[in-house]
C-alpha cells in the first residue's frame, strides 16, 4: 500500500509518500480502505517533533478517518464493505488501516466520508467540551476563541442547541462574518480592545470561557464571572500565560483541562457520543463547512496549507 511517511522530524520537507507494508492485523483489528483523511494541528506537532510518534521510522502520521471494510477479521458485527470512521486510531495516513473493533464508528447514510472525516475529531471534542468539561445550561454566556476554527464553528452552533448566548473571538473581518453566520450573537477580532468589549456586553462577566490559544488566558480569565469557568483545551499561542494566582483565587475562579481521550474511553462512549453528533447533522441544527480536499500524495501541500491557517474548514487528504 502507498502512504504518507516521515523518517525525521521537521518542517513539510520531511514528507514522504512511497510503498510501505500492509498493516497485519491482530485479533481485535478490523481493515479499513480509507476513503478520507482528517488532518489536524496534531499532525503538524508530530511531524515536527514536539509530539511523539507512534511505531518505528519511517512513520505514518495521523489519527482520524473514513473509509470501508476490506477486511472483518471474523468480526461478525461489521461487513466488507459497510462505511465507518474513527477519531483515535495511529497510522491514518495510509490506503489502509487496522482498526480495533471498539474504535469503529458505523457511518449512517447521510453522512458522508468527507462529513465523517471532518467532524470525528472536532465533533467530538466540542461535544464532550460541551457537556463534561462544563455542561451547557440554557441562558448562559459562553466566550469562545477562535471563533471560526474547525472546533470553534462546531462550539458556536453546540452552544446555540443548548440554548446559551455566544461571543465569538477571531483575527480577521472574514472569520468574524463566518463565526456570526453560524449563530454567534457577538463577534470581537484579537486586534481590538477584545475583552473590554466582552465586558460591555456581558458587565458580569461570562459564565464559561473556551481557551485554545494559552496566552491569552489572563483575559480569559479577567471575562470570567466570579465563580465562572475557563476550559483550556489548546495551546495554538505555544505557551500559557496565567497571570496572578491569588487574583483567581480571590475570585473564584475555575481553569479545568480537557483532552477527549479522557473521555472516549468504550466503545459505547464513541457510539453515544458520535450518535448525538450525527443527529445534529442529519437534522440540520449543524453545518459542517466545506472541506479542503489534498491527494494524500500531496501531503506536503496540506500540511503547508494547514500550516499557513488559510482554511476556515477542515483539511482532507483523500488516498490516490
Known amino acids: 500500500m502507498k502512504a504518507l511517511t516521515l523518517s525525521s522530524f521537521g518542517s513539510s520537507d520531511v514528507l514522504t509518500y512511497q510503498e510501505v507494508n500492509d498493516p497485519i492485523l491482530q485479533r481485535n483489528e478490523i481493515l479499513v480502505e480509507m476513503k478520507t483523511i482528517g488532518l489536524n494541528f496534531a499532525d503538524l506537532m508530530r511531524r515536527s517533533g514536539t509530539y511523539p510518534m507512534r511505531g518505528n521510522a519511517p512513520y505514518i502520521n495521523g489519527f482520524e478517518g473514513a473509509g470501508i471494510i ?16 474513527f477519531a483515535d486510531v495511529p497510522f491514518a495516513n495510509a490506503d489502509l488501516v487496522a482498526v480495533p473493533f471498539e474504535n469503529l464508528i458505523p457511518l449512517p447514510n447521510e453522512i458522508s466520508f468527507e462529513i465523517a472525516a471532518s467532524i470525528m475529531l472536532q465533533g467530538l471534542t466540542a461535544h464532550f467540551l460541551t457537556s463534561d468539561s462544563h455542561q451547557i445550561k440554557e441562558g448562559e454566556t459562553v466566550l469562545i476563541h477562535a471563533a471560526a476554527g474547525g472546533v470553534g464553528q ?27 453566520s453560524l449563530g454567534a450573537d457577538n463577534v470581537f477580532l484579537y486586534s481590538q480592545d477584545w475583552s473590554a468589549k466582552v465586558v460591555e456586553v456581558c458587565p458580569d462577566g461570562v459564565d464559561v470561557v473556551y481557551e485554545s490559544i494559552g496566552t491569552t488566558m489572563e483575559l480569559s480569565l479577567s471575562v470570567t464571572k466570579i465563580l465562572g469557568k475557563v476550559v483550556l483545551f489548546g495551546l495554538a499561542g505555544g505557551k500559557l500565560e496565567l ?78
Open 154 to 180: 462546531l462550539l458556536i452552533q453546540v452552544c446555540k442547541i443548548l440554548g446559551a448566548k455566544v461571543i465569538g473571538l477571531a483575527s480577521s473581518e472574514s472569520k468574524k462574518q463566518i463565526a456570526l
Open 70 to 85: 476490506k477486511d472483518n477479521n471474523g468480526h461478525t458485527e461489521f461487513k466488507i464493505g459497510d462505511r465507518v470512521a
Open 243 to 320: 497571570g496572578n494566582p491569588l487574583w483567581i483565587i480571590a475570585h473564584s475562579k475555575t481553569i479545568t483541562g480537557g483532552d477527549l481521550w479522557n473521555y472516549l474511553t468504550s466503545r459505547e462512549e464513541r457510539l453515544k457520543r458520535s450518535k448525538v453528533f450525527f443527529d445534529w447533522i442529519i437534522e440540520g441544527k449543524i453545518k459542517v463547512a466545506a472541506p479542503t480536499i489534498f491527494k494524500l500524495s500531496e501531503g506536503k501541500k496540506a500540511h503547508d496549507f494547514m500550516e499557513g491557517r488559510h482554511s476556515t474548514g477542515k483539511v482532507l487528504m483523500i488516498p490516490d
